[in-house]
């Protein structure tokens, strides 16, 4: 089973920071690496696939880069609504698809 | 536009069983994969079972195998999670996600919340 670590656990920046969320697999997954978004109470948000295209919908302040098993979500300048759960997850060695842990970005 | 409603979650005693609907519309669902994840509550996400397009082929978490069965009705574009022998540690919100490249999810529902409680 492939193992993602998602670092830091939490994230405190301020509205117009930019963001830096990590993802580290524990072992090569190629580019099979998306990205989500969770507001509470809410469904998870496709943001990222293949490690660094852009879902349908989805504003160019956010980038994803990365391969093999070093992968960066970037938000380049957090709007207000940015404030939320981020989780990576891999579809290269699966069953089973696997989850990071999650990076909370919170208002500083 | 693409929608996912889920339903079928409860309160359910240990051991009963339970099932999940998704009734799907906005695109054609005999052409995409279906999975089932899930969330504790204030923990992160687990996958727990897909099914491909045609209903031939599923595989699941090693945690529900065994217990969970996943099917779909493509005539009535409805997916459908069996959950029996339910324990405590099932607790969570179901969601049921389509499928976009073999393997991760682009849309998903709201959630049906399953709590499993004597």
């Known amino acids: 089973e492939v193992v993602l670590t998602q670092s830091p656990a939490t994230l405190s920046l301020s509205p117009g920071d930019r963001a830096t969320l990590s993802c580290r697999a524990s072992q090569n997954i190629n580019n099979y690496l998306a990205w989500y978004q969770q507001k509470p109470g809410q469904a998870p948000r496709l943001l990222i696939y293949d490690a660094s295209n852009r879902a349908t919908g989805i504003p160019p302040r956010f980038s994803g880069s990365g391969f093999g098993t070093d992968f960066t979500l970037t938000i380049s300048g957090l709007e207000p609504e940015d404030f939320a759960v981020y989780y990576c997850q891999q579809r290269s060695n699966w069953p089973p698809l696997t989850f990071g842990g999650g990076t909370k970005v919170d208002i500083k | 536009q693409v929608h996912l409603v889920e339903s079928g979650g409860g309160v359910v005693q240990p051991g009963r069983s339970l099932r999940l609907s998704c009734a799907a519309s906005g695109f054609t669902f005999s052409g995409n994969g279906m999975h089932w994840v899930r969330q504790a509550p204030g923990k992160g996400l687990e996958w727990v079972a897909v099914?491909?397009?045609?209903?031939?082929?599923?595989y699941y978490a090693d945690s529900v195998k065994g217990r969970f069965t996943i099917s779909r009705d493509n005539s009535e574009n409805t997916l459908y999670l069996d959950i029996n022998s339910l324990r405590t540690e099932d607790t969570a919100m179901y969601f049921c996600?389509?499928?976009?490249?073999?393997?991760?999810?682009?849309?998903w529902g709201q959630g049906t919340l399953v709590t499993v409680s004597s």
């Open positions: 099914i491909s397009y045609d209903g031939d082929n599923q």
């Open positions: 996600a389509r499928d976009l490249k073999n393997g991760d999810f682009d849309y």
